[in-house]
T-cell receptor, first 112, second 116 residues
Framework: GDSVTQMEGPVTLSEEAFLTINCTYT??????LFWYVQYPGEGLQLLLK?????DKGSNKGFEATYRKETTSFHLEKGSVQVSDSAVYFC???????????FGRGTSLIVHP | EAGVAQSPRYKIIEKRQSVAFWCNPI?????LYWYQQILGQGPKLLIQ????????DSQLPKDRFSAERLKGVDSTLKIQPAKLEDSAVYLC??????????????FGPGTRLTVL
């Protein structure tokens, strides 16, 4: 079945550092890929998405490119802020089934 | 625009008791989802409704879990009887598009269930 693998956390960075959170997936067909963010005490919210190969999703300075050849959708940001501290979830839908599949989440902690 | 509402936010029960969670999706959203998120894991879909019909419930433990969405608006998820392993956050989400794989899901704040 479909699956999503994210890098283990927590990821701890200083403010203004470069961020990469790795995400790889296994799926049949051509899924859509998503990154969700969960701030402390809040529900998940969509950060960005890409629906076909080579698409780049971007929002709030975050970017991720749908790489079919490496089955990856890595999240990047050039300069993180303390307010980016949250848990980030990679997800897919529309691979082998229409059931949304989420990774385990990666906690990001940004220090001033 | 009001977001997805869930209640209660927290619930503590003893094993073998029953519990119910309520969700009110964003107005006009046809699709409603219930997820279970165990600590340290990503959300796992339990059931998906389109209007008041079930689209997928293949991952719902039907011997103890049930869900309904009467009138195609708000929804309830019930557990009866609860087990220790049901301790988790139960998330409700809704989306506007009925079946698009690229559609955006909007999540509620979740209900944290602790089973003692």
């Amino acid at each position: 079945g479909d699956s999503v693998t994210q890098m283990e956390g927590p990821v701890t960075l200083s403010e203004e550092a470069f961020l990469t959170i790795n995400c790889t997936y296994t799926a049949t067909g051509y899924p859509s890929l998503f990154w969700y963010v969960q701030y402390p005490g809040e529900g998940l919210q969509l950060l960005l998405k890409a629906t076909k190969a080579d698409d780049k999703g971007s929002n709030k300075g975050f970017e991720a490119t749908y790489r079919k050849e490496t089955t990856s959708f890595h999240l990047e940001k050039g300069s993180v802020q303390v307010s980016d501290s949250a848990v980030y979830f990679c997800a897919l839908r529309g691979g082998g089934s229409y059931i949304p599949t989420f990774g385990r989440g990666t906690s990001l902690i940004v220090h001033p | 625009e009001a977001g997805v509402a869930q209640s209660p936010r927290y619930k503590i029960i003893e094993k073998r008791q029953s519990v119910a969670f309520w969700c009110n999706p964003i107005s006009g959203h046809a699709t409603l989802y219930w997820y279970q998120q165990i600590l340290g894991q990503g959300p796992k879909l339990l059931i998906q409704f389109q209007n008041n019909g079930v689209v997928d419930d293949s991952q719902l433990p039907k011997d103890r879990f049930s869900a309904e969405r009467l009138k195609g608006v708000d929804s309830t998820l019930k557990i009866q009887p609860a087990k220790l392993e049901d301790s988790a956050v139960y998330l409700c989400a809704s989306s506007l598009v009925a079946s698009g794989i690229g559609d955006t899901q909007y999540f509620g704040p979740g209900t944290r269930l602790t089973v003692l």
